[in-house]
């Protein structure tokens, strides 16, 4: 089986502008978190989407959004970037749910200037 | 908000040696699930223990989780140099609603 696949692996934006993260889960896993990982904060959970839906939702501003769509393939934007987004985005998915067994994408290293 | 907190900070030993890392947590929790993250890439699952669990072994990890204390630890047993990588642990708890919660981790060197 395929792992958790993210895309771009590496992505360099300047502030204001906006990016979209993309996220293919383990064949079979319909939930899907985000998480954000900084050397200040460590991983901070955005949100999680199951079928589609979004089940959980972490405390980020309404710039970070996401979505599911019905092959549970998910995407993740920023909107207006600030220089304070720079941070590794990893995905997970899960077959049981975002508090169990997680499997993680390699990561997407946003660097904004 | 991080539910876990990991000690130590930083642990750097010899191969051979066995190496321990601890999580504390605040609330009450149905799992607890350790994971390791090479430099800059995803992390990857270890183990899980649930809360009515007090020991779990896979291969050279040993973890317990002690409920009336709220902590936890990770034995690595026989380091290799390959083990050198970042320890996180992650809590699963309806006080934080269907996610995990991860502590700030602990950095393992294992020298050669």
């Known amino acids: 089986k395929a792992g958790v696949t993210q895309t771009p692996r590496y992505l360099i934006k300047t502030r204001g502008q906006q990016v979209t993260l993309s996220c293919s889960p383990i064949?079979?896993?319909?939930?899907v978190s985000w998480y954000q990982q900084t050397p200040g904060q460590g991983l901070q959970f955005l949100f999680e989407?199951?079928?589609?839906?979004?089940?959980n939702k972490g405390n980020f501003p309404g710039r970070f959004s996401g979505r599911q769509f019905s092959n549970s393939r998910s995407e993740m934007n920023v909107s207006t970037l600030e220089l304070g987004d720079s941070a590794l985005y990893l995905c997970?998915?899960?077959?049981?749910?975002?508090?169990?067994?997680?499997?993680f994408g390699s990561g997407t290293q946003l660097s904004v200037l | 908000s991080q539910q876990g907190e990991e000690d130590p900070q930083a642990l750097s030993i010899q191969e051979g040696e066995n190496a321990t890392m601890n999580c504390s947590y605040k609330?009450?929790?149905?799992?607890l699930q350790w994971y390791r993250q090479n430099s800059g890439r995803g992390l990857v699952h270890l183990i899980l223990?649930?809360?009515?669990?007090r020991e779990k072994h896979s291969g050279r990890l040993r973890v317990t989780l002690d409920t009336s204390k709220k902590s936890s630890s990770l034995l690595i047993t026989a380091s290799r140099a390959a083990d050198t990588a970042s320890y996180f642990c992650?809590?699963?708890?309806?006080?934080?609603?269907?996610?995990?919660?991860f502590g700030a981790g602990t950095i393992l060197r294992v020298k050669s």
């Open positions: 997970a998915s899960s077959l049981e749910g975002a508090g169990e067994k997680l499997f």
């Open positions: 989407y199951f079928s589609e839906t979004q089940r």
């Open positions: 992650a809590t699963g708890g309806m006080e934080y609603g269907n996610k995990l919660v």
């Open positions: 223990i649930r809360s009515n669990e």
């Open positions: 064949s079979g896993h319909r939930s």
């Open positions: 609330t009450s929790i149905n799992n």
